[in-house]
């Protein structure tokens, strides 16, 4: 389903100064994987999820999503890319603070001009999923770090996408919440998502319901 085909990612600092991000990498995701990609800060990992989602493109080499070529896709093309295919769940949640739970979540809809019916629909499934419902109304500067992610979740699933991202996401969060965004890792997994994680939290290691464990180092996959 995903494919990453030697990719190499540099970042130019200034004229005599770039680092190289991705070092020729290639690597498959099948569909239904739950992929973790461990490492340092500074390895690549959160790199590749950006290559996935098409927020960025690499310096050489092919990213294929569902056989087609996204890394060479127009900035217009890729946001539909997005929209349809990609949830993502960021360390810092990338919440609006001013807007309400309900309007966060809402978000990712606004483009696709559905029918008030089905956007409610579509909302009031994805808050009773993720258990965040009684907050609906509530200020995201007001909610906990637990709820935050919560309607993070929520927001990067309410289109039904088939890709889940999730970069450091427990980087934020104590041990009993981290705990609970792998339960919800889980039942993602089960409704035959492909999920990859970009973390460094070692209570993802040891997990029976993860497919893979990827360890990246200075932007190599090591072997």
Same mark, same amino acid.
Do not use: C, W
């Given at each position: 389903?995903?494919?990453?085909?030697?990719?190499?990612?540099?970042?130019?600092?200034?004229?005599?100064?770039?680092?190289?991000?991705?070092?020729?990498?290639?690597?498959?995701?099948? $569909?239904?994987?739950?992929?973790?990609?461990?490492?340092?800060?500074?390895?690549?990992?959160?790199?590749?999820?950006?290559?996935?989602?098409?927020?960025?493109?690499?310096?050489?080499? =092919?990213?294929?999503?569902?056989?087609?070529?996204?890394?060479?896709?127009?900035?217009?093309?890729?946001?539909?890319?997005?929209?349809?295919?990609?949830?993502?769940?960021?360390?810092?949640?990338?919440?609006?603070?001013?807007?309400?739970?309900?309007?966060?979540?809402?978000?990712?809809?606004?483009?696709?001009?559905?029918?008030?019916?089905?956007?409610?629909?579509?909302?009031?499934?994805?808050?009773?999923?993720?258990?965040? =419902?009684?907050?609906?109304?509530?200020?995201?500067?007001?909610?906990?770090?637990? $709820?935050?992610?919560?309607?993070?979740?929520?927001?990067?699933?309410?289109?039904?996408?088939?890709?889940?991202?999730?970069?450091?996401?427990?980087?934020?969060?104590?041990?009993?919440?981290?705990?609970?965004?792998?339960?919800?890792?889980?039942?993602?997994?089960? $409704?035959?998502?492909?999920?990859?994680?970009?973390?460094?939290?070692?209570?993802?290691? +040891?997990?029976?319901?993860? +497919?893979?464990?990827? =360890?990246?180092?200075?932007?190599?996959?090591?072997?």
């Amino acid at each position: 389903m995903i494919e990453l085909k030697n990719i190499t990612k540099k970042y130019e600092i200034n004229k005599n100064n770039t680092v190289t991000a991705l070092d020729g990498i290639s690597l498959k995701i099948q $569909e239904g994987e739950l992929v973790v990609l461990k490492g340092a800060s500074g390895s690549g990992k959160s790199t590749i999820l950006s290559l996935i989602a098409a927020l960025s493109k690499p310096t050489s080499g =092919e990213v294929i999503v569902d056989k087609k070529q996204i890394s060479k896709l127009s900035d217009n093309f890729a946001s539909i890319y997005r929209r349809d295919n990609i949830g993502f769940v960021f360390q810092k949640y990338n919440l609006i603070p001013e807007l309400s739970v309900k309007e966060n979540i809402l978000l990712p809809l606004v483009p696709l001009n559905l029918e008030e019916k089905l956007v409610e629909e579509k909302l009031q499934k994805v808050m009773k999923q993720f258990h965040i =419902e009684h907050k609906a109304e509530n200020l995201v500067k007001n909610l906990s770090g637990g $709820e935050q992610q919560r309607t993070a979740i929520a927001r990067a699933n309410v289109n039904q996408p088939k890709i889940i991202l999730a970069d450091e996401p427990t980087a934020n969060l104590d041990k009993k919440l981290s705990l609970h965004f792998i339960e919800i890792l889980q039942e993602l997994k089960s $409704e035959g998502k492909t999920i990859v994680v970009a973390t460094h939290d070692p209570l993802f290691f +040891d997990l029976d319901f993860i +497919d893979r464990t990827i =360890e990246m180092h200075q932007g190599k996959i090591v072997e």
